[in-house]
């Protein structure tokens, strides 16, 4: 799993002549985490080994090697100040913002890959958490990637829509060409919708944290010989502030 994780402790801001402009909670630098899990010699007791480890961006190893961040933010913000840091970043390092490799893990022909929708895949080694450098597909591909890629049969290429307070009879699926839809397809309330209430509840488990606790992305583990596409488990990292651990 990875996550936005601060170099420097804390999103960064700059201010000048021309306005404010600052990171957003995404902007983290990419960490890895993995859990071994390995049954014990005699079979009866499970072993778990816990590591985490930046993801060796290029823009990450050149604020490392400074001892300081080097990329002026350039997401929010005033608008001049914004492209004011776009310019800057381009002029000072070749890039308008830094690589952050900071949202999803996937694997490939048996390798896995760390990446965010900014910048190429980073290949990884899945054991020591190293990164063995960026993937770009032998110099054929030098531009973003998504960071959910999913392959499916050019058959079961589908769209599907229901109802807001729809179940899953209600779905309806539509063929469609193998594409990329990037967040542009929402839901909406037709007339008084909102107000309608669904026949059947749907049951919601959740588990509350002790004070001062907080979660890392979840997860989702599919148990070996599942049926069902939920039948499986959650994991997500905690940590305590209080305590640090």
């Given at each position: 799993?990875?996550?936005?994780?601060?170099?420097?402790?804390?999103?960064?801001?700059?201010?000048?002549?021309?306005?404010?402009?600052?990171?957003?909670?995404?902007?983290?630098?990419?960490?890895?985490?993995?859990?071994?899990?390995?049954?014990?010699?005699?079979?009866?007791?499970?072993?778990?080994?816990?590591?985490?480890?930046?993801?060796?961006?290029?823009?990450?190893?050149?604020?490392?090697?400074?001892?300081?961040?080097?990329?002026?933010?350039?997401?929010?913000?005033?608008?001049?100040?914004?492209?004011?840091?776009?310019?800057?970043?381009?002029?000072?390092?070749?890039?308008?913002?830094?690589?952050?490799?900071?949202?999803?893990?996937?694997?490939?022909?048996?390798?896995?890959?760390?990446?965010?929708?900014?910048?190429?895949?980073?290949?990884?080694?899945?054991?020591?958490?190293?990164?063995?450098?960026?993937?770009d597909l032998n110099g054929a591909w030098t531009r973003p990637f998504t960071s959910h890629p999913k392959y499916e049969k050019e058959e079961y290429a589908r769209i599907g829509v229901m109802p807001r307070y729809g179940?899953?009879?209600?779905?309806?699926?539509?063929?469609?060409?193998?594409?990329?839809?990037?967040?542009?397809?929402?839901?909406?309330?037709?007339?008084?919708?909102?107000?309608?209430?669904?026949?059947?509840?749907?049951?919601?488990?959740?588990?509350?944290?002790?004070?001062?606790?907080?979660?890392?992305?979840?997860?989702?583990?599919?148990?070996?010989?599942?049926?069902?596409?939920?039948?499986?488990?959650?994991?997500?990292?905690?940590?305590?502030?209080?305590?640090?651990?």
């Amino acid at each position: 799993m990875t996550g936005p994780n601060p170099l420097f402790g804390g999103l960064l801001s700059a201010v000048s002549l021309f306005g404010r402009t600052s990171e957003i909670w995404i902007e983290g630098e990419g960490m890895l985490h993995a859990l071994y899990l390995s049954k014990s010699s005699g079979g009866s007791n499970w072993n778990v080994i816990y590591n985490n480890k930046y993801v060796g961006t290029d823009t990450f190893l050149l604020q490392k090697e400074r001892e300081k961040p080097a990329l002026l933010p350039a997401v929010e913000g005033d608008p001049l100040v914004v492209l004011s840091s776009f310019v800057l970043n381009m002029l000072r390092f070749g890039i308008p913002n830094k690589r952050m490799s900071n949202t999803n893990v996937f694997e490939h022909s048996g390798k896995f890959y760390s990446i965010s929708e900014n910048y190429i895949p980073q290949e990884i080694d899945i054991l020591t958490l190293l990164t063995l450098g960026n993937w770009d597909l032998n110099g054929a591909w030098t531009r973003p990637f998504t960071s959910h890629p999913k392959y499916e049969k050019e058959e079961y290429a589908r769209i599907g829509v229901m109802p807001r307070y729809g179940n899953a009879d209600s779905i309806r699926w539509f063929p469609v060409e193998a594409s990329c839809a990037f967040h542009i397809i929402n839901c909406f309330e037709d007339d008084d919708e909102d107000e309608e209430t669904p026949e059947e509840l749907v049951k919601v488990e959740y588990h509350m944290f002790p004070s001062n606790t907080f979660c890392s992305g979840s997860t989702f583990v599919l148990k070996n010989g599942a049926v069902e596409e939920d039948d499986g488990w959650i994991i997500t990292f905690l940590h305590n502030e209080d305590i640090n651990v």
